[in-house]
């Protein structure tokens, strides 16, 4: 009889812990009710769910800045195409690496230009 009274507070114990462990607690308890980095940040922060930023503003990219993003998405995808190949051309994924390199740049440029353009209408 002692055995299955001992057995039985055990299978309590366990469930309790269980669903207190899967209620999570809210932010002051470790668990899953801390969120991923547990430090009480949902996963829905960081898409802009529960906790959107308020500063942040929607660019609109010009198309001539859209079609250099298509251009280095291209360049990348070929890049990565003659990388894959069994004897790759390096002379060839070298030029691809350069060309990306310099469409970054000039979107990064723009990127900033932009920026400060939007500190001066402030």
């Not at 190949?85 to 740049?105: C, N």
Request: net charge positive; glycine share 10%.
């Amino acid at each position: 009889m002692k055995k299955k009274a001992v057995l039985l507070a055990l299978v309590a114990v366990f469930a309790l812990g269980s669903l207190a462990y899967a209620h999570g607690g809210g932010f002051d308890a470790f668990g899953p009710g801390m969120g991923p980095d547990c430090y009480g940040r949902h996963r829905m922060s960081q898409r802009g769910g529960l906790y959107s930023d308020r500063n942040v503003q929607k660019i609109e990219y010009p198309q001539e800045i859209l079609d250099q993003m298509k251009e280095l998405r291209r360049t990348h995808l070929e890049m990565r195409l003659e990388l894959s190949q069994d004897e790759p051309d390096v002379e060839k994924a070298r030029l691809l690496f350069k060309k990306a390199q310099g469409i970054r740049s000039e979107i990064s440029n723009w990127r900033f230009e932009s920026y400060i353009e939007s500190l001066k209408k402030q």
